[in-house]
């Protein structure tokens, strides 16, 4: 029996922020939609065998067209963490199966993430059980009342996709739904329902997230180069 990791990348948020009439992810960058750069991404590193899409039932058209025979496409739920229960939920009989022993999850609106960061976060969950990329954040300061108090060593901004061990990232998103618990991104639900250390891995400045139009203004000129 061969194990493998499986990818997630998620798409069933509204994506409100970038002001378009369409689903952020489907809008068109650099020639393709913005969700077939992130999906690319996945397909060019050879240690992820599933490749998961969570979409809106409103968007499966679209969904249709950026995906190819290999993509396992599922509905979201209202918020990102039930989204991920979903997918995790989809993927069950192979992870208790013993077939996906890691799962990384990414943000669709990524497009820009790179194959080689994909791997070192792989590899990292494999060996620590969980793992996240970020960017230290050296310019983050507290303010209480208006007033700055405090610099905040140590802070990152995280980013995506954030890996963990197959078995107990399902049992942590089953266990937080019994507690009905909505956290913001899978570390903060594991750092919650689950005992694995969660390693930071470097992450990339051109690894931005697609929120304000802005975004795609940049994204554009860095796939351009
Ligand atoms: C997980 C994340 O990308 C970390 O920066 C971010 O929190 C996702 O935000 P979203 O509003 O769920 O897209």
């Not at 980013?159 to 061990?165: L, S, V």
């Amino acid at each position: 029996m061969e194990t493998t990791a499986a990818a997630v990348v998620l798409a069933s948020g509204a994506g409100t922020r970038v002001g378009a009439k369409l689903n952020k992810v489907y809008l068109p960058l650099a020639g393709r939609r913005v969700v077939a750069w992130s999906l690319d991404a996945f397909e060019r590193v050879p240690g992820i065998g599933v490749l998961v899409l969570v979409i809106r039932p409103q968007d499966r058209e679209l969904a249709e067209e950026v995906t190819g025979e290999g993509v396992e496409i599922v509905y979201g739920g209202d918020t990102r963490q039930a989204s991920e229960l979903n997918a995790l939920r989809h993927l069950a009989p192979r992870i208790r199966g013993g077939r996906v022993d890691a799962v990384l999850l990414h943000d669709a609106a990524r497009p820009l993430v790179h194959p080689e960061l994909v791997g070192a976060v792989l590899a990292r969950t494999r060996e620590d059980g969980g793992a996240v990329p970020g960017l230290a954040a050296d310019d983050v300061v507290e303010v209480e009342a208006g007033h700055l108090v405090a610099q905040v060593p140590g802070a990152i901004r995280v980013q995506t996709p954030q890996g963990f061990r197959a078995g107990p990232l399902l049992e942590a998103y089953e266990k937080a739904e019994r507690e009905g618990f909505v956290g913001t991104d899978t570390s903060s639900c594991m750092e919650r329902f689950s005992s694995l250390p969660i390693r930071w891995v470097p992450g990339a400045p051109e690894n931005l997230k697609i929120t304000y139009p802005h975004d795609l203004v940049v994204a554009e000129r860095l796939l351009a180069r």
